[in-house]
T-cell receptor, first 109, second 113 residues
């Protein structure tokens, strides 16, 4: 079993829909990252959080430390949101990230 | 200029050849990392360095070596490339402890034929 599991693996939505991507982890962490990878391959950091909730534009990330679970929400989705979204956890030693396999999101117009 | 620059962006090489992937950063971060990405497996850590004199193996270091030439430069070498090293390679940086997040390069797509 992977230390970081994401669901779903693939998600197709219509423009305007509310989207949720989930991440569960099985190890102690000091922080959790949400990353976005566009078809060109580059990876961009969206959020880093260790508790509660963060919001940036139409993106919201939440984390529940007790349940070892995080969600990434996209409100009013748009085709330009189509990308792979990756959850990664930073261990308690703070030395390295462990990555989920990613969620491929496709938003159709 | 990008904060983290990887060269080359794409490379096709033959089995048995030595190849070097280079990474340079302008973030001023102490910590640098090399990852590879394979379909369905997510990113896996090859090597990491917390400062110029510090080099550590990651999950999948066999067949790879690294050099931290300066705080801003971290290169990855494949001494004798093999086809299963075909992958997308990413360099990343972070501040001490990663508290301010990670910055990734644009990736190097390597094909070994």
């Amino acid at each position: 079993k992977n230390e970081v599991e994401q669901s779903p693996q693939n998600l197709t939505a219509q423009e305007g829909e509310f989207i949720t991507i989930n991440c569960s982890y099985s190890v102690g962490i000091s922080a959790l990252h949400w990353l976005q990878q566009h078809p060109g391959g580059g990876i961009v950091s969206l959020f880093m959080l260790s508790s509660g909730k963060k919001k940036h534009g139409r993106l919201i990330a939440t984390i529940n430390i007790q349940e070892k679970h995080s969600s990434l929400h996209i409100t009013a989705s748009h085709p330009r949101d189509s990308a792979v979204y990756i959850c990664a956890v930073l261990g308690t030693s703070g030395s390295r990230l462990t990555f989920g396999e990613g969620t491929q999101l496709t938003v159709n117009p | 200029d990008a904060d983290v620059t990887q060269t080359p962006r794409n490379r096709i090489t033959k089995t048995g050849k030595r190849i070097m992937l280079e990474c340079s950063q302008t973030k001023g971060h102490d910590r640098m990392y090399w990852y590879r990405q394979d379909p369905g497996l997510g990113l896996r850590l090859i090597y990491y360095s917390f400062d110029v004199k510090d080099i550590n193996k990651g999950e999948i270091s066999d067949g790879y070596s690294v050099s931290r030439q300066a705080q801003a430069k971290f290169s990855l070498s494949l001494e004798s490339a093999i086809p299963n090293q075909t992958a997308l390679y990413f360099c990343a940086t972070s501040d001490t402890g990663g508290g301010l997040g990670y910055t990734f390069g644009s990736g190097t797509r390597l094909t070994v034929v």
